[in-house]
């Protein structure tokens, strides 16, 4: 096919249940379109039900055991080979990306590496995933832990992260030797059913990785409630994982969320100002401030006020918005239409308490924007803590500063919102980085960087609405997916009671 052809294909998929690729039982299907150009269908998939979760979960049901009983190290190969094919195709992964969920093409090539960096590096794990050998308080015993899998698995991804997220979830459960059911964002079918064939290719064995598309009130919800899904795996909205959280809890069933960011730069007044406005632009913007760590609070010393708020609207104004694969382009489209209408509805509120608009706040419909769903930088300034705005997350190129006096002032600033994911600061006082750093309340902390940018190798997640405890990513990602087993050998040849004929 020509370079113009892949780019205006439609990926036509079906449901992967074992061997086998199936349409959903009642035939319904759905489509993904270009949120750059609306007119265009990406892909057209099964819109599945309770009965085609049930045979995805039979598949992996019948494919977990000879999977758990394959050598750590063997499981580790395959996904290494995931990997490198991931790696092979890049390019394209990252082209379909860009064509079905909008960031530009250097940032979903950025998400392709993401993954291609998650199985390289849990691949590893095949040959580290240690457990522990403990002293017993006896003689002639021995204690040691091991992990186990969980059994079948439902991964349940977002759209904003299409590769990267599925990977972080998919490749560790994998590891650990559970089977997984994949429950991708109905927006970005697509790029899921590329990132499922490389691992088929790489010689995951059928039914180890099983897809079924659709919606999350139809199949997500069938997934979170199947009595052989031992665990569940999501990343989306705090409204959704709370939902999640009360059905596997009545069904005391493993459940680990990732959800919502209110993610905030601090800027003190002894900042480098230029630097600053890189990290907010950046953070702010970049997958036009679709991320859940994304910079949607900007609290800003008193002294550094003027300079920083007068050089990020320049700065922003001259951001380019248009479809993500042309060259140029900073600030693609937002994902849908019905995203449009959140993000603009956010700006109304905003209005409405009183913050001053400074940039954007409208639909973009000039030219080719008209037929895509664009939304520009949005700042809104002189913004106080308890607005709707400076306390919701938008998941839009919004962001709005909010003016403090001192760093005792903008570390209470910085902390006073619900979600707890990402927060930075930039100073140039080391004693003002490390208290930061200490006192802020979130997962991840940034000195002199903004809040997007998290590398695999390290744990990923939040404190307080932004989860529920648990990590991806990091040599951490594990624990989502395995239980510890204790075991004890007594080679004493006779009955030893533990705690009572202890040698004291
Ligand atoms: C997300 O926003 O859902 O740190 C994930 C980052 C990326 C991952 C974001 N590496 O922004």
Redesign the pocket.
């Given at each position: 096919m020509t370079d113009a052809a892949t780019q205006s294909a439609v990926v036509t998929g079906l449901n992967v249940v074992g061997s086998e690729r199936r349409p959903a039982q009642d035939g319904a299907t759905f489509e993904s379109r270009n949120p750059a150009r609306h007119a265009e269908v990406v892909g057209v998939f099964p819109r599945s039900q309770a009965v085609d979760v049930d045979a995805a979960t039979r598949a992996a049901v019948g494919a977990q055991p000879e999977w758990r009983r394959t050598p750590w190290p063997a499981r580790g190969e395959i996904i290494l080979r995931a990997a490198q094919i991931l790696e092979a195709r890049k390019e394209e992964l990252a082209r379909l990306m860009t064509r079905e969920m909008g960031k530009v093409l250097t940032e979903a090539r950025g998400d392709v590496q993401?993954a291609i960096d998650m199985g390289k590096f849990i691949a590893v794990e095949g040959r580290r995933a240690y457990g522990e050998t403990v002293p017993s308080e006896l003689r002639d015993k021995w204690a040691m832990t091991m992990r186990q899998p969980l059994g079948v698995v439902g991964v349940i991804t977002?759209w904003?992260?299409p590769t990267?997220?599925p990977s972080w979830k998919i490749f560790p459960a994998i590891m650990a030797g559970n089977a997984v059911v994949f429950k991708p964002a109905e927006d970005t079918p697509a790029c899921a059913l590329r990132f499922v064939e490389a691992l088929e290719e790489a010689g995951v064995p059928a039914g180890v990785v099983n897809i079924v598309f659709g919606f999350g009130e139809e199949a997500g919800e069938a997934l979170v409630r199947h009595p052989d899904v031992r665990g569940i795996s999501f990343?989306g909205s705090a409204d959704v994982g709370r939902h999640i959280a009360q059905v596997c809890g009545a069904l005391l069933k493993r459940c680990s969320l990732e959800l919502g960011g209110k993610n905030a730069i601090v800027v003190l007044d002894d900042a480098d100002v230029e630097l600053a406005v890189d990290g907010a632009l950046w953070g702010a913007f970049g997958t036009s401030g679709q991320?859940?760590?994304a910079a949607s609070r900007l609290v800003v010393q008193r002294g550094a006020l003027l300079p920083f708020t007068e050089r990020l609207r320049e700065r922003a104004a001259a951001l380019r918005l248009g479809d993500g694969l042309r060259e140029g382009v900073d600030v693609g489209p937002v994902i849908n239409e019905k995203q449009l209408q959140r993000i603009h509805g956010y700006t109304e509120v905003g209005l409405r308490e009183g913050a001053r608009l400074l940039l954007g706040g409208h639909v973009a419909r000039e030219g080719e924007l008209a037929g895509g769903w664009f939304y520009p930088p949005t700042i809104f300034a002189d913004v106080k803590p308890g607005m709707r705005i400076a306390q919701e997350e938008i998941f839009g190129p919004t962001t709005t500063i909010l003016p403090v006096e001192s760093l005792d002032d903008a570390l209470r600033v910085a902390n006073s919102t619900r979600y707890g994911l990402s927060l930075s600061v930039y100073t140039r006082d080391v004693r003002s980085a490390f208290r930061a750093v200490n006192e802020l309340e979130a997962g991840i902390v940034y000195v002199n960087a903004p809040t997007?940018?998290?590398e695999i190798q390290l744990p990923f997640g939040g404190i307080k609405d932004t989860g529920n405890g648990h990590r991806e990513a990091g040599r951490q990602a594990l624990d989502q997916f395995s239980e510890w087993k204790s075991i004890y050998i007594d080679y004493s040849g006779r009955l030893q009671r533990a705690q009572i004929d202890v040698e004291m």
């Open positions: 993401e977002p904003n992260f990267a997220i990343t991320r859940c760590t997007i940018g998290a």
